[in-house]
């Protein structure tokens, strides 16, 4: 509710004419400001109840922004956890993937150590035999040196005892030979 207010405009006009103002001109800004003020003057009452409005709206827009970014975490809590669950889910099965791909290898890798492992013992034996038919051989070798060797030993005494035996004899021819 607007009231106007209660202006001079006649002592306004001597104002300014006593500041130095023409007459006309100061007439003519105390008429002007007259009309202003007579139309915009609003009453304390009046701002109060324009204030509660504005209030009043404020807290409706306040209510109004609090429940869109009620909805909006709402709606991003949902979006998260889905996208969550995906990561979880995707995580899970590369994980499962790369398990797989893990103990395959690791199967790989066990047959082909395992067939290493057979070769080198294969080998290993081989040597083994040949190393255990080099070792009869030559234990087959010492007994015919052995042999040999009680072999020549005998004939080697039994020529050591003919040999004995012409030594005696020629001494004992000597001996004859020399007393007669």
């Not at 827009?61 to 970014?69: E, G, K, Q, S, T």
């Not at 909805?71 to 995906?86: M, N, S, T, V």
């Not at 042999?147 to 021819?173: C, D, H, P, R, Y």
């Amino acid at each position: 509710m607007k009231m106007p207010i209660q202006f001079d405009t006649l002592d306004y006009a001597k104002k300014l004419e006593n500041a130095g103002v023409p007459t006309a001109q100061a007439e003519a800004h105390a008429s002007a400001l007259g009309e202003v003020l007579g139309k915009s003057i609003v009453v304390h009452g009046e701002l109060q109840a324009v204030e509660n409005r504005v209030f009043a709206k404020l807290d409706a827009l306040a209510i109004n922004i609090d429940a869109r970014f009620e909805a909006l975490e709402q709606k991003w809590d949902i979006k998260f956890k889905a996208l969550e669950q995906k990561f979880d889910s995707k995580f899970s099965a590369l994980e499962q993937k790369f398990d797989s791909k893990f103990i395959a290898l690791e199967q790989k890798f066990d047959g082909k150590f395992i067939a290493l492992e057979q070769k080198f013992d294969s080998k290993f034996n081989m040597l083994e035999a040949k190393f255990n038919m080099l070792e009869t051989k030559f234990e087959m070798l010492e007994t015919k040196f052995n042999a040999l060797e009680q072999k020549i030993n005998s004939k080697f005494q039994l020529i050591q005892w003919m040999m004995g035996t012409l030594i005696v004899l020629s001494i004992g021819t000597f001996v004859k030979l020399i007393q007669t």
